[in-house]
């Protein structure tokens, strides 16, 4: 059972542009994290943002996360070509600590 | 370096055989998992294990089997039972099951 949903499926911008990704879940949940892909590698953990938190940090990284309206956003500012990857979301829901990972945003960052 | 080690990177299996995918983990974990991705799609949780001696079925884990031995090793295998092998497999671990995950760098499993 997927639980997060990312929007856009895939995304291509300029060097230097921002880029902005959602995901959209269903339940309740503890945390909801974002991790990178980059293609035939494994996933890579960016950042967490726990249910008590509406905005996370993270160099060039900033997430947001709106409990009410169950939805999360993933932005990467002045991007580089070396940011195209995948990038998941993925949820962590209050009962079983059970982690869902979305289908991904493709990310096509042009030098 | 700490990090998951999975192989290996590329594997064929001819109808009807058993196949077993290794992934060993030096960053004293408890928690292990599998996930299978398909082209252009997420992934999806067949085994996870929260520690030794103990693991739990997630959403697809007919036909596949585990074991959790050692803490360190969680090696899966793709049984004939399994119709439609061929994916990309993952394994990953993390401190427990409320952390977030650090990932091997997955096994190709494709069909002959």
């Known amino acids: 059972s997927q639980q997060g949903e990312e929007d856009p499926q895939a995304l291509s911008i300029q060097e230097g542009e921002n880029a902005t990704m959602n995901c959209s879940y269903k339940t309740s949940i503890n945390n909801l994290q974002w991790y990178r892909q980059n293609s035939g590698r494994g996933l890579v953990h960016l950042i967490l943002i726990r249910s008590n938190e509406r905005e996370k940090h993270s160099g060039r990284l900033r997430v947001t996360l709106d409990t009410s309206k169950k939805s999360s956003s993933l932005l990467i500012t002045a991007s580089r070509a070396a940011d195209t990857a995948s990038y998941f979301c993925?949820?962590?829901?209050?009962?079983?600590?059970?982690?869902?990972f979305g289908a991904g945003t493709r990310l096509f960052v042009k030098a | 370096d700490g990090g998951i080690t999975q192989s290996p990177k590329y594997l064929f299996r001819k109808e009807g055989q058993n196949v077993t995918l290794s992934c060993e983990q030096n960053?004293?974990?408890?928690?292990m998992y599998w996930y299978r991705q398909d082209p252009g799609q997420g992934l999806r949780l067949i085994y996870y294990s929260q520690i030794v001696n103990d693991f739990q079925k997630g959403d697809i884990a007919e036909g596949y089997s585990v074991s959790r031995e050692k803490k360190e090793s969680f090696p899966l295998t793709v049984t004939s039972a399994q119709k439609n092998p061929t994916a990309f497999y993952l394994c990953?671990?993390?401190?427990?099951?409320?952390?977030?995950?650090?990932f091997g760098d997955g096994t190709r499993l494709s069909i002959l």
């Open positions: 960053l004293n974990h408890d928690a």
């Open positions: 993925a949820t962590q829901d209050t009962g079983g600590f059970k982690t869902i």
């Open positions: 990953a671990s993390s401190i427990d099951l409320a952390q977030p995950q650090h």
